[in-house]
Each structure stands twice: as structure tokens, then as C-alpha cells.
């Protein structure tokens, strides 16, 4: 059974940083995307970086150049880097799976598995 759980939320001012961790287990690096998405109030769950299996990431163009995704595979947890953050980052953060070594879509639908989430608040 695939499990995940996030840690890392909190408050912060525009222009900081904070760093999400998600312990991830139950699953097989080859055959999984793993990734990133997050809901802001009244929106829907927006993609932010996407992992294949061979770690090719993707991210989305609202946090491209700001967030990094990275992982640790002995530790099997999953982080999100988050610098230059806005107020419009503001949201619940969820890290999530899917049964695809090459991710193929976008849509939290097709998104099996995921965490609790994490709540990240960037105020002005």
C-alpha cells in the first residue's frame, strides 16, 4: 500500500523560503511518478513538479525557477524547495503517486495516491 505524508508547512513572508518533505513508502521508484500539487482557497489542484522514474522532472510554469524538487532514495522521501515564494503560493501542498513510470498527464484525477497535505501560508 503506498503511503505518503507531508511535513513542512508553516508561515512565511514574501521572498522567503521554506522546504517540504514527504515520506513516501509502499511503492517502486521504476514503475511511479511521483510529484507535487496544491490547492489554494476556492481552486482547483494545480500540478507543480512532476518526477518520471528515471527523475526527469517537470514543473509548472508558476513555480518554475523558484521550487526544486529533489529526493532522497535510501530515506525514500521526497522534497520541494520553495524560494522567492508569493503570496499566491498560498495553499495546501500534497505529494502524490501514480502507477506510471512516465507520469503522462497533469490532472489530479489520475493521481491515485496521495498525502494528508501541508499547509503553507505566504502573507505580504
Known amino acids: 500500500q503506498v503511503q505518503l505524508m507531508e511535513s513542512g508547512g508553516g508561515s512565511v513572508q514574501a521572498g522567503g523560503s521554506l522546504r517540504l518533505s514527504c515520506a513516501a513508502s509502499?511503492?517502486?521508484?521504476?514503475?511511479?511518478?511521483v510529484g507535487w500539487f496544491r490547492q489554494a482557497p476556492g481552486n482547483e489542484r494545480e500540478g507543480l513538479v512532476l518526477?518520471?522514474?528515471?527523475?526527469?522532472?517537470a514543473y509548472a510554469d508558476s513555480v518554475k525557477g523558484r521550487f526544486i524538487f529533489s529526493r532522497d532514495d535510501a530515506q525514500n522521501i521526497l522534497y520541494l524547495q520553495m524560494n522567492s515564494q508569493k503570496v499566491d503560493d498560498t495553499g495546501m501542498y500534497y505529494c502524490?503517486?501514480?502507477?506510471?513510470?512516465?507520469?503522462?498527464?497533469?490532472?489530479?484525477?489520475?493521481?491515485?495516491?496521495w498525502g494528508q497535505g501541508t499547509q503553507v501560508t505566504v502573507s505580504s
Open positions: 518526477i518520471d522514474s528515471v527523475d526527469v522532472p
Open positions: 502524490v503517486a501514480r502507477p506510471d513510470p512516465s507520469c503522462g498527464t497533469w490532472s489530479p484525477s489520475h493521481y491515485k495516491y
Open positions: 509502499g511503492y517502486t521508484k521504476r514503475n511511479f511518478c
